[in-house]
């Protein structure tokens, strides 16, 4: 069994910043290729950012593109996001997720076999 737990949604202005982190319990995410995707209400689940099990390679959405860095330390077990120049169309319950499996960077949810429960991010204009 293994849970991933993100932190660090909250409330911002347009323009701030944010950092989001995700950790794993009952075992290390180390070797895993691991994600962010965000789903705003009333709408479908979308990528966000994804990482290579080392970190050497990373992937983003087009709409946070420079203003969004995922990052890893596995030997801290923590993926991050990063989030700069925060947009109220930024507004949406962040995601964390993970595959035990894999070891680049995948786009697609289904690729992901596990899932934290999510942190609001809430951007006001």
């Known amino acids: 069994q293994v849970q991933l737990v993100e932190s660090g949604g909250e409330l911002v202005q347009a323009g701030g910043s944010l950092r989001l982190s995700c950790t794993a319990s009952?075992?290390?995410?180390?070797?895993?290729?691991m994600g962010w995707f965000r789903q705003a209400p009333g709408k479908e689940r979308e990528f966000v950012a994804s990482?290579?099990?080392?970190?050497?390679?990373?992937a983003y959405a087009d709409s946070v593109k420079g203003r969004f860095t995922i990052s890893r330390v596995n030997a801290k077990n923590t993926v991050w996001l990063q989030m700069n120049s925060l947009k109220p169309e930024d507004t949406a319950v962040y995601y964390c997720?993970?595959?035990?499996?894999?070891?680049?960077?995948?786009?697609?949810?289904?690729?992901?076999?596990?899932w934290g429960q999510g942190t609001q991010v809430t951007v006001s204009s």
């Open positions: 990482i290579s099990w080392r970190g050497g390679i990373t």
């Open positions: 009952g075992r290390t995410f180390s070797s895993w290729t």
């Open positions: 997720a993970g595959d035990p499996y894999k070891s680049n960077t995948y786009a697609d949810s289904g690729s992901y076999a596990y």
